[in-house]
């Protein structure tokens, strides 16, 4: 059972920056890969990127590569995204979430995600 809390959501001008933090609970953490979707009004949850338990290459969507950096602290059961440059359209609630599943891929499917937290909302202003 892993329970997951984000933070640092708010609003912030086009072009500003947001760090969300998901701190998460459960002696297993740290062997999930662990990722962060979005979901804006109107539309499907979508995915953003993703980190490996066992550390080395993340992975994003094509609508925030080089913008976004995740990143996770498993000394200290949290995962981190960075967000720079940011846009009126990256305006969502974002979530955490932890796939709980052995692969030997990062997933990009938020429904193969097997828990998430309860959301925190980035709104980017124009």
């Known amino acids: 059972q892993v329970q997951l809390v984000e933070s640092g959501g708010g609003l912030v001008q086009a072009g500003g920056s947001l760090r969300l933090s998901c701190a998460a609970s459960?002696?297993?953490?740290?062997?999930?890969?662990m990722g962060w979707c979005r979901q804006a009004p109107g539309k499907e949850r979508e995915f953003v990127a993703a980190f490996p338990w066992i550390g080395g290459n993340a992975y994003y969507a094509d609508s925030v590569k080089g913008r976004f950096t995740i990143s996770r602290d498993n000394a200290k059961n949290t995962v981190y995204l960075q967000m720079n440059s940011l846009k009126p359209e990256d305006t969502a609630v974002y979530y955490c979430a932890a796939d709980t599943t052995f692969r030997g891929r990062l997933e990009n499917r938020p429904n193969e995600y097997d828990y998430w937290g309860q959301g925190t909302q980035v709104t980017v202003s124009s």
């Open positions: 459960g002696r297993t953490f740290r062997f999930y890969n």
